[in-house]
């Protein structure tokens, strides 16, 4: 269902359901789940190729781009 999802929009880098977000990735899967405190690498958003943009609990590549992200938590 969600690796469907990123077939019919591939320009999309993840998406928000069940209190968790699926991240797009180059695997069997087609996503990796990003939790609370998880670093994301938002570089190259478009690429069906891209490994690894998940992070569990950390950020663990040092850029000057500003493409990285953290899922944080808003009791908004």
């Not at 958003?45 to 490994?51: E, H």
């Amino acid at each position: 269902m969600i690796k469907d999802f990123f077939k019919e929009n591939p320009s999309m880098l993840g998406i928000k359901a069940d209190g968790f977000f699926y991240i797009k990735n180059a695997t069997d899967l087609g996503y990796l789940i990003a939790e609370v405190f998880d670093g994301i690498d938002l570089s190259y958003m478009g690429q069906n190729t891209r490994r690894g943009r998940v992070q569990k609990r950390m950020s663990q590549t040092i850029t000057c781009s500003g493409s990285l992200g953290v899922v944080v938590y808003d009791e908004r």
